[in-house]
């Protein structure tokens, strides 16, 4: 069993950054591959990024590449989201997941959820 505490959010202006952290208790931890998901009103959870659990690979949705970094510290059972350049299309409630199988880009292979954190950017 794996429970995840998602923090960091809040309100920022266009242009600025945030860091997520995903503090996750459980034994396993360092095992699985992890992903952040977000979802805004109205629409989808979506695909942010994933981290794998051993070589620590990355993976990343296009709108997101470039300016979102994953990383994750597997001493601490934490994984980061780190956003700079943050646009109004970025507010949503953001998401972390732990998956029991394989890196996924799909919210329905990840087996444990954080609670969510809001993120909102103003223009």
């Known amino acids: 069993q794996v429970q995840l505490v998602e923090s960091g959010g809040g309100t920022v202006q266009a242009g600025g950054s945030l860091r997520l952290s995903c503090a996750a208790s459980?034994?396993?931890?360092?095992?699985?591959?992890m992903g952040w998901f977000r979802q805004a009103p109205g629409k989808e959870r979506e695909f942010v990024a994933a981290?794998?659990?051993?070589?620590?690979?990355?993976y990343y949705a296009d709108s997101v590449k470039g300016r979102f970094t994953i990383s994750r510290d597997n001493a601490k059972n934490t994984v980061y989201l780190q956003m700079n350049s943050l646009n109004p299309e970025d507010t949503a409630v953001y998401y972390c997941?732990?998956?029991?199988?394989?890196?996924?880009?799909?919210?329905?292979?990840?087996?444990?959820w954080g609670q969510g954190t809001q993120v909102t950017v103003s223009s």
């Open positions: 459980g034994r396993t931890f360092s095992q699985y591959p």
């Open positions: 981290i794998t659990w051993s070589l620590g690979n990355t």
């Open positions: 997941g732990a998956n029991r199988g394989t890196t996924s880009r799909l919210w329905v292979d990840y087996d444990y």
